[in-house]
């Protein structure tokens, strides 16, 4: 393997570590294992090795920096600031560099997440084949759809697939993506009061392909509240998971090519149903992929008009009272699981909860593990075991809340939320945000 030397320019980061051990407490996979060489405190160490010119890593080198959720639950807590993420990934991109992504991974970056025709004809032809997969059912043997679908179904791999991630519960593949379901330009309802904001709406691939309710429910919530949709069909993955994977050229291009496409649009901000997507779009890209100070202003003038949908719905109260009621059954419990990408990159923390304590008063519902649910983007492919490992205590914390639904704002935290609720068979649905409210009509 090669030596990290690109790290070089993160020594004075890696070097303020003063190895106090505060973020073993904080980590979910430390937590698990009790293994140091898989938390910052010894990936630290390991690169301070590195960066005293140690040629001879210990083997496994690579497993060390992949095992990690990019949770930033230890950069909150180093009283350092150490940005362990950072130099987490730093080292993910060396080890690209050195040893090259997995075949698979080089595969799926860069012939199908980079380019969406593509990426659509191979869904097709996986949600013709999903049929494989048996459908999960109810006690009393009705078929267990998606909450608020009645078409979505949940389905389950089977486990003598222990390898694949045997008893995996998924949601199925939509039988039309959510662009094969709507138009590109969404007027304002007619008779609301028109707000002269153009959104770009950017829907993510889970939406897209999975939960395009999601997408309709959201477009329906803004253009209700006098708001112009554009959602251009042109737009491609974020790249979160190239860009976590280290394979930083590949998502610098997909970077570009959603900045060109929101760009024509002539929007005046980019709001989004998917944490994971926004964190990308705010933040990921211009930190790492950019090249030239041109290009770097180009990326931060972007994000800076990247909203989450809670974001944004607080932000239209315009310091008024929020105006949203629930569509949800009455007197409903209702708790909210915090994304990683929402809470600890976007500091999005307040905004949701704004909008639930307003919906559903008493009925909210804080559950007491606010941490991550286990699912990582790819974490969750590469090291499935132990992700399951970590979502336990999420369950816990929401089995404790007595609570009906379980709010979200990152399809995929719904996922890997729904995988491990139908696995330990209880009764809490998982619903997004955007899904269970609605604007309360002005007089």
């Known amino acids: 393997m090669k030596s990290l030397k690109e790290l070089d320019l993160l020594r004075d980061e890696v070097e303020k570590c003063i190895g106090c051990g505060l973020c073993l407490q904080s980590c979910p996979v430390y937590a698990e294992e009790q293994n140091e060489d898989y938390v910052a405190r010894g990936r630290n160490h390991l690169l301070k090795k590195v960066f005293n010119n140690h040629k001879d890593l210990v083997d496994g080198v690579k497993d060390r920096f ?14 350092q600031g150490v940005r362990t993420d950072l130099l987490t990934m730093a ?12 075949f698979t991974k080089a595969i799926v970056f860069r012939k199908l997440l980079k380019d969406r025709k593509k990426m659509k004809a191979a869904i097709k032809t996986a949600s013709k084949l999903q049929w494989l997969l048996p459908v999960t059912k109810e006690p009393d043997k009705k078929v267990h759809h998606i909450p608020l679908e009645k078409k979505g179904k949940i389905r389950h791999i089977p486990m003598f697939f222990a390898g694949l991630g045997g008893g995996r519960q998924l949601p199925s593949i939509a039988k039309k993506s959510l662009s094969e379901q709507i138009s590109e330009i969404h007027l304002p309802v007619t008779g609301v009061k028109t707000r002269n904001i153009r959104v770009g709406y950017f829907s993510g691939c889970a939406t897209e392909f999975c939960f395009p309710e999601i997408g309709k429910s959201l477009i329906s919530v803004l253009t209700r509240l006098g708001i112009e949709i554009v959602f251009p069909k042109d ?10 994977s280290g394979d930083l050229e590949t998502a610098r291009e997909m970077a570009l090519h959603n900045i060109r496409v929101f760009s024509q649009a002539k929007v005046d901000f980019v709001v989004t149903g998917c944490a994971t997507c926004g964190s990308a779009l705010k933040e990921g890209w211009a930190s790492c992929l950019t090249r030239g100070k041109e290009e770097k202003a180009q990326f931060k003038d972007f994000g800076s008009r990247v909203r989450d949908i809670s974001e944004f719905l607080v932000e239209l109260a315009c310091f008024k009272p929020l105006r949203y009621r629930s569509i ?26 704004k ?6 008063g008493d009925n909210f519902i804080e559950m007491e593990n606010q941490g991550c649910c286990g699912m990582g983007g790819t974490f969750n492919l590469s090291h499935y075991d132990l992700s399951q490992k970590i979502a336990k205590n999420k369950i816990a914390s ?12 990152c399809p995929g935290c719904m996922i890997q939320l729904i995988d491990n609720i139908e696995r330990y068979h209880l009764p809490q649905r998982v619903v997004h945000l955007i899904e269970a409210i609605e604007p309360i009509p002005e007089k």
């Open 66 to 79: 992949s095992k990690c959720l990019l949770c930033r639950r230890c950069t909150m807590v180093c009283p």
């Open 91 to 102: 080292a993910r991109v060396e080890l690209a560099k050195g040893d090259g992504l997995s």
């Open 235 to 244: 737009q491609g993955c974020c790249g979160i998971s190239v860009f976590n």
């Open 328 to 353: 949800l059954p009455e007197n409903l419990r209702i708790t909210y699981h915090d994304p990683c990408h929402l809470a600890r990159y976007q500091g999005v923390i307040d905004q949701p909860r």
């Open 355 to 360: 909008i639930l304590k307003q919906v559903f």
């Open 398 to 409: 929401i089995a404790e809340t007595e609570a009906d639904i379980v709010i979200n704002n």
